[in-house]
């Protein structure tokens, strides 16, 4: 991938409070359209159930967790979140090629390796998983749509999100320095 | 007395409905991809374009052969009796779309390897003599031309031939359309450029086989839109077999996979690169290979669903 009129740092990004009006109303057409909420880390189970189920079936089957993918006759990957999920990564490339950011990179600080920031990464990536498994839900599916819907626990979770977020910040600022 | 219907343990003698895997839609995405190639080779050496340009042209007539040679192993895996296959060039059925097929695909490994002499570079060509004096042959206008006429009409032949296959079968509803030909062709086309695009290096040669995908992806959707009206007022049957993709179970896979992303966004990511508004990627046509591929699958497998009541 590559991009061949990069823009000057700075008009390459959306004004974020337009950008958080938009994902509201795009949040507000996928339940009058979909009936159903945003949602992200549902896709990525999903995906995980149906791998499990092609590698593993015996173990598939005797799980519950993946069985709730998996049973119902309908295939795991015919789901609302995975089509929602790819139609992100579309949104999202056309985007970033209109402001010519598409390009192969790792978003670091200028003094951080690539290797640090990408276990970092990962890690975080991992902990969220757990989160959202724990948390039935991640910051889309919860803070988002359970938020819009006015649910107390969702609201609980947005809340501690923050908290757990500016808690951290200090300690994993050294990736972006 | 007690009677038992014993036949039903037999297997097979219900009637099966889903006996196409993954092999036919590979085999007709492979064919059709070729049979794009194919014809935009005949359109660039009837043009005269070899020397202009080289990346492409001389690169198609290799690659298809192995892309052939892998649909025709994807389709090889599909028979059930496959040490007969021969038995299909001891005959030819001027009515049966399946020895149009078998002759089409016999006929067009000697083009394209021809093809692929014609445009050798000129260093390998001054290796060894015997190729260079071929070369050299085949490079003469008449010869060129003729070669290029081959590929388009074989290019053709193959593409809307894959098509044809599945609207021969009557039995499925869904298939029951004659806008399958035109429409494999179209989508093997715009395969075929994409792929030539994909590996053009010229800017200009890359421009020029994006706007030609453009107008290979517009006439997709033209000729998604009548096989969708012609089915849903052809009678209660293939409207039902419509219904499939309108409503029933396919269409999140058709209409995300197929026209979403694998013709309206590359085609809206192309026409903002044609118009200068977006740098030069190549995901768009990454996306228009991945969408032909959908479609092979999404219309073998709802072709196999669909029924006459």
């Keep these: 991938m590559s991009a061949s009129k990069p823009r000057a740092p700075g008009s390459a990004y959306m004004n974020p409070y337009l950008a958080g009006v938009g994902l509201g109303l795009v949040l507000l057409a996928a339940f009058v359209v979909m009936g159903r909420g945003l949602g992200a880390s549902g896709a990525f189970s999903a995906v995980i159930a149906w791998l499990m189920d092609l590698?593993?079936?015996?173990?598939?089957?005797?799980?519950?967790?993946y069985q709730g993918y998996l049973e119902g006759?309908?295939?795991?990957?015919?789901?609302?979140?995975?089509?929602?999920?790819?139609?992100?990564?579309?949104?999202?490339?056309?985007?970033?090629?209109l402001a010519?950011?598409?390009?192969?990179?790792?978003?670091?600080?200028?003094?951080?390796?690539?290797?640090?920031?990408l276990a970092a990464a990962f890690a975080g990536g991992m902990l969220m998983a757990i989160g959202a498994h724990l948390a039935?839900?991640?910051?889309?599916?919860?803070?988002?749509?359970?938020?819009?819907?006015?649910?107390?626990?969702?609201w609980a979770f947005m809340i501690m999100v923050f908290v757990g977020g500016y808690a951290t910040a200090y300690f994993m600022r050294w990736q972006w320095r | 007395m007690l009677e038992l219907l014993s036949t039903r343990h037999n297997p097979m003698i219900d009637p099966a409905l889903h006996v196409w895997g993954w092999e036919v839609p590979?085999?007709?995405?492979?064919?059709?991809?070729?049979?794009?190639?194919?014809?935009?080779?005949?359109?660039?050496?009837?043009?005269?374009?070899?020397?202009?340009?080289?990346?492409?042209?001389?690169?198609?007539p290799w690659i298809g052969l192995v892309l052939i040679s892998l649909g025709m192993g994807a389709l090889f895996l599909d028979l059930e009796?496959?040490?007969?296959?021969?038995?299909?060039?001891?005959?030819?059925q001027p009515t049966s779309p399946m020895s149009w097929g078998g002759w089409i695909l016999l006929g067009v490994y000697p083009v394209l390897a021809l093809t692929g002499v014609a445009t050798v570079p000129a260093a390998l060509a001054d290796a060894w003599a015997p190729l260079g004096a071929l070369a050299r042959r085949l490079r003469a206008p008449a010869a060129r031309d003729l070669l290029g006429l081959a590929n388009i009409a074989i290019g053709v032949g193959l593409g809307v031939y894959t098509g044809i296959l599945l609207s021969s079968l009557g039995a499925r509803p869904l298939w029951a359309s004659g806008a399958l030909g035109p429409l494999f062709l179209v989508s093997g086309l715009s395969t075929g450029a994409a792929f030539a695009h994909l590996i053009a290096r010229d800017p200009g040669e890359q421009s020029t086989l994006l706007r030609s995908d453009n107008l290979f992806l517009v006439t997709e959707?033209?000729?998604?839109?009548?096989?969708?009206?012609?089915?849903?007022?052809?009678?209660?049957?293939?409207?039902?077999?419509?219904?499939l993709l309108l409503g029933g179970p396919y269409t999140a896979a058709f209409w995300v996979l197929v026209v979403g992303l694998g013709i309206a966004l590359p085609l809206a990511i192309q026409s903002l690169m044609a118009a200068g508004r977006v740098g030069h990627t190549r995901v768009a046509?990454?996306?228009?290979?991945?969408?032909?591929?959908?479609?092979?699958?999404?219309?073998?497998?709802?072709?196999?669903?669909?029924a006459w009541p």
């Design chain 1, 136 to 154: 039935r839900g991640c910051t889309s599916g919860q803070a988002l749509s359970g938020g819009a819907l006015l649910n107390a626990g969702s």
């Design chain 1, 73 to 97: 006759g309908t295939h795991p990957l015919k789901a609302w979140l995975v089509f929602e999920v790819l139609g992100l990564a579309a949104g999202a490339l056309l985007s970033g090629l």
């Design chain 1, 55 to 65: 590698v593993a079936p015996a173990h598939a089957a005797a799980n519950e967790y």
């Design chain 2, 81 to 92: 009796h496959r040490l007969y296959v021969w038995r299909m060039y001891t005959t030819f």
């Design chain 2, 285 to 306: 046509p990454l996306l228009v290979i991945g969408g032909g591929l959908a479609l092979r699958f999404v219309i073998v497998a709802a072709g196999q669903f669909s």
């Design chain 2, 221 to 243: 959707l033209a000729l998604i839109a009548l096989f969708l009206i012609g089915l849903s007022s052809a009678g209660a049957a293939p409207a039902q077999a419509a219904g």
């Design chain 1, 100 to 117: 010519g950011r598409v390009r192969l990179s790792v978003e670091k600080g200028p003094r951080v390796g690539n290797g640090p920031r």
């Design chain 2, 26 to 60: 590979v085999y007709l995405f492979l064919g059709g991809w070729v049979a794009g190639a194919m014809v935009l080779s005949g359109w660039l050496l009837r043009r005269g374009l070899v020397e202009e340009r080289p990346s492409v042209v001389r690169a198609l």
